[in-house]
């Protein structure tokens, strides 16, 4: 079984990172330009932010559908044997701090306009912050017996597995993993 279902390509196309496109934009000196170069940002965030939190999302589908298939090898781990440390959760809890906090704040004060972010997506980060943990970022798993999951997560059988193994492979294949958030709640 693969670690990962094919999700790293979509991820790597998003237009920069969240912390990197903010960093650039917290370094402009000017209010005048700060607010024109947000306004140039605020899609680029909300794709990132939607983009991000569909990984996350991903991740754990996957993981439960890994569990759900006991005794299995898992190839291609590129955490296996690294080291874990706090520092793993830096971009989690960077998102998870810009979605609940810094993000509606800047779009008051530059755009003049209060932005919601789905809750869904806080949801989704504190638990895939667990689940990170559990698995202390999957440094040891070799086989679907070794993934760990959060209480917080549901462990669905039958027809809700095929339909998130399917929903995964859709997601994959489209290249759209907004489409995951479709069977959110087989598991959250």
């Known amino acids: 079984m693969l670690f990962d279902p094919g999700y790293s390509a979509s991820v790597a196309r998003v237009s920069g990172n969240i912390e990197y ?12 330009q700060k607010r024109f170069q947000f306004s140039v940002l605020y899609p680029k965030f909300l794709k990132a932010i939607d983009l991000n939190a569909a990984f996350y999302l991903g991740c754990m589908l996957w993981g439960v559908y890994l569990k759900s298939n006991p005794g299995k090898e898992i190839i291609n781990n590129p955490c296996l044997d690294t080291e874990f440390d706090d520092d793993s ?46 698995n202390k970022g999957f440094i040891n798993v070799k086989k679907t017996d070794d993934i760990l999951l959060p209480q917080k997560l549901k462990s669905p059988a039958g027809k809700d597995l095929t339909l998130i193994y399917d ?22």
């Open 89 to 134: 959760f830096y971009e989690i809890d960077f998102l998870y701090n810009f979605i609940k906090e810094g993000f509606n704040r800047d779009c008051k004060y530059y755009l003049n306009k209060t932005c919601t972010i789905n809750p869904l997506y806080l949801k989704i980060l504190e638990i895939y912050r667990e689940f990170l943990s559990l």
């Open 21 to 32: 496109m903010y960093s650039a934009f917290s370094s402009i000196p000017s209010v005048k």
């Open 167 to 188: 929903t995964i492979v859709k997601a994959v294949k489209e290249d759209d993993l907004k489409i995951l958030f479709e069977v959110s709640d087989k598991i959250i």
